[in-house]
């Protein structure tokens, strides 16, 4: 809370008590979200939304829980929806990094490159030339544009970026903190990409023991690395080690998002690999056909090219 706010708060008691309320709805919400509760977040953000609106549709605030209900609708699959709650968001408070930079977020779930690069090219700009660069911050915008550059096949760029992103976080936090996972685990699958099984997997290994330890680590995050591990044991040769995570990472996945949710289709086509290389043809038939009806379904309600998400690679 900013000190201007806290003398009208302090002045007015009556509207102390509803920021407060509104900061505690705000948080609730955050919480649902990280822990993947995905339409319990949802129900929260459209009703403080609804309230705070009421009060001021041009509110600093209001930007605020629209940019948090847009990564929920994200979440839930909902392109098309979270686009257009990030506009509005952005046409109260112009030039907000963080929500640019989730509209980006947007375009490369939708596969829309060309109109992610540039967004996610003038945030990066912006955080670099910061009169204080904030590390974490700068460290998502270089893997966001990574991202691109791995959905475009530039994959040497991308690498070059993500390792960029991993010195300045080892530089601030350390060799062990959760928040490396932001360039070490879309670093893991850049180098499978490129063919490099051995250093990718060992890259990915070290994200699930950073990522383990810290029992704050939202499920969806283990997940993602959990599915990665057993694409990249399987094409190491290491297959019970494959089969296990890649099974595990599906069950979760399903418990979190339910059984028609476009990320449960992704793990499902990874696991569906995993099997292949393993010589279990038909298991992998079914599972494959399974990811593409949900994939097929979502694509439906929104209609766009599927693409691999950012978050999905951390």
């Known amino acids: 809370m900013s000190l201007s706010l806290s003398l009208i708060c302090a002045a007015f008691g009556v ?3 509803q920021s407060a309320d509104e900061e505690k709805q705000l948080a609730e919400g955050r919480n649902l979200r990280a ?4 339409a319990e977040a949802q129900n929260v953000f459209t009703a403080l939304l609804r309230e705070s609106e009421q009060q001021n549709r041009e509110s600093v605030f209001v930007s605020t829980v629209l940019d948090n209900l847009a990564q929920t609708e ?10 257009r709650l990030l506009t509005r968001s952005l046409a109260i408070v112009r030039d907000d990094l963080s929500v640019e930079g989730h509209l980006g977020e947007v375009y490369l779930e939708e596969g829309r490159m060309r109109e992610a690069e540039p967004l996610f090219r003038r945030v990066l700009e912006a955080r670099q030339n910061a009169p204080q660069p904030d590390p974490a911050n700068t460290a998502v915008a270089l893997a966001d544009l990574a991202a691109v550059y791995k959905n475009t096949g530039k994959l040497v760029r991308s690498e070059a970026l993500l390792r960029q992103a991993l010195a300045i976080l080892e530089g601030h936090l350390g060799p062990d903190d959760p928040m490396l996972s932001i360039a070490l685990g879309p670093l893991g699958s850049v180098l499978a990409c490129e ?5 990718a997997l ?5 994200t699930w023991r950073i990522l383990r330890q810290d029992p704050r680590v939202p499920e969806p995050d283990l997940i993602n690395t959990m599915s990665t591990l057993g694409m990249l044991y399987s094409l190491t040769g290491q297959f019970r080690e494959a089969q296990s995570y890649g099974r595990e990472a599906v069950a979760k996945a399903e418990a979190i998002y339910g059984s028609d949710h476009y990320r449960l289709g992704w793990h499902l086509a990874n ?5 292949k290389r393993m010589g279990r043809k038909d298991e992998a038939k079914a599972v494959r056909q399974r990811s593409a009806a949900i994939l097929a379904r979502s694509e439906q309600a929104n209609p766009v090219r599927h693409t691999v998400n950012v978050n999905a690679l951390r």
């Open 15 to 17: 509207v102390f008590a």
């Open 35 to 38: 822990v993947g509760r995905y």
């Open 74 to 83: 994200q979440d839930l699959g909902n392109f098309v929806a979270a686009e």
């Open 195 to 199: 063919g490099k099984y051995k250093e």
């Open 202 to 206: 060992s890259v990915t290994e070290r």
């Open 271 to 275: 696991y569906a690999g995993i099997l």
